[in-house]
T-cell receptor, first 110, second 111 residues
């Protein structure tokens, strides 16, 4: 089944404790992206990657890092999480005009 | 000012009604216009996509783009309870790298 998977689905952590949210797609898409979704603000793009080793900032990249060492994986790294990064995070891969979203990761930073 | 504005609703309609969802935008460089549907506790899924101005129809759904007014719409005919979801508009420039989403409109179709 063609899909985008994210892990973990739920995460509670404390301020300053580094964490990584993994994202993997099995559709051989070159483009992948990370978003956060907050009430009243909609989906905002954090980072995107056009291919292996090619990444660029979206609208809200501060406090986040990404890497793209393999085509299928695009992890999101929060090196020192803060409470304002509490959010619902979505990973997506894209083929032509269609973005395929993962199921989401709900993060709470205390 | 946000790049994309969307009325958050919620919008509640009876089954069979015609639903109109709208977004406005400020960036005249946007070339691609999309509507996503998001069910509760799920990721968004692409519903419709249009390029530049004009109308596009797909079954009960019609997407409309007016670039001169920087205004896009999604019409749902004969709405069904299964259409109850949050609808997000999204836009992109020519290269499809950066995407800008509206805040979403929550729709409830009552049986």
């Amino acid at each position: 089944e063609a899909q985008v998977t994210q892990n973990p689905r739920y995460l509670i952590t404390v301020t300053g404790k580094k964490l990584t949210v993994t994202c993997s797609q099995n559709m051989n898409h070159e483009y992948m992206s990370w978003y956060r979704q907050d009430p009243g603000l909609g989906l905002r793009q954090i980072y995107y990657s056009m291919n292996v080793e090619v990444t660029d900032k979206g609208d809200v990249p501060e406090g986040y890092k990404v890497s793209r060492k393999e085509k299928r994986n695009f992890p999101l790294i929060l090196e020192s999480p803060s409470p304002n990064q509490t959010s619902l995070y979505f990973c997506a891969s894209r083929w032509e005009e269609t973005q395929y979203f993962g199921p989401g990761t709900r993060l709470l930073v205390l | 000012q946000k790049e994309v504005e969307q009325d958050p609703g919620p919008l509640s309609v009876p089954e069979g009604a015609i639903v109109s969802l709208n977004c406005t935008y400020s960036n005249s460089a946007f070339q691609y216009f999309m509507w996503y549907r998001q069910y509760s506790r799920k990721g968004p899924e692409l519903l419709m996509y249009t390029y530049s101005s004009g109308n596009k129809e797909d079954g009960r759904f019609t997407a409309q783009v007016d670039k001169s007014s920087k205004y896009i719409s999604l019409f749902i005919r004969d709405s069904q309870p299964s259409d109850s979801a949050t609808y997000l508009c999204a836009m992109s420039e020519y290269n499809f790298n950066k995407f800008y989403f509206g805040s979403g409109t929550k729709l409830n179709v009552k049986p």
